[in-house]
């Protein structure tokens, strides 16, 4: 029988289900995502889970995303109809020896795709990318603002 109820985590007392240390930190674990959908498979999760940061500085547009323990060949940068950035990949699981078992798995595998709409000042014929320590960035340079060429066209009025 457990002294500490097991609405407030694992009882340290308990000796059937208190197999770990009282947690009180346990439940805000994971993303909210994950807490609004629990049911959700680990997949899924992995596509909302992918952290990406956009920031703009003079010159360019840069993405910068966390993929840690990916190899390049893993990730996939793709621009679509020269206005759409698309990033995509996918984590495998780690094979495990059938004698080891798992404590606790926190580690997010699967499918991963995250897309961009690209501003009109962006050269998406000159985007380029790198990954190093687990961080994919990816360089949008801009269009300089002198050689924007501002395009007027004559409309027809009919009636």
Do not use: C
């Amino acid at each position: 029988m457990a002294l500490i109820p097991r609405a407030f985590g694992n009882s340290v007392f308990d000796p059937i289900f208190g197999s770990s240390m009282f947690d009180p930190f346990e439940s805000l674990s994971g993303s909210l995502f994950d807490r609004a959908f629990p049911s959700f498979d680990k997949d899924v999760s992995a596509v909302a889970n992918t952290r990406v940061d956009w920031l703009e500085t003079p010159e360019a547009h840069v993405f910068k995303a966390d993929l840690p323990g990916m190899k390049k060949e893993e990730i996939k940068v793709q621009v679509v109809d020269d206005g759409v950035l698309s990033i995509s990949g996918e984590r495998n699981k780690e094979k495990v020896d059938e004698k080891d078992n798992y404590r606790r798995t926190e580690r997010s595998f699967g499918k991963f795709f995250r897309q961009f709409r690209l501003p009109s000042n962006a050269k998406p014929q000159e985007i380029s990318a790198k990954v190093e320590n687990g961080v994919l960035t990816v360089t949008v340079p801009k269009i300089e603002e002198s050689k924007k060429k501002s395009e007027v066209r004559n409309v027809e009025i009919t009636g």
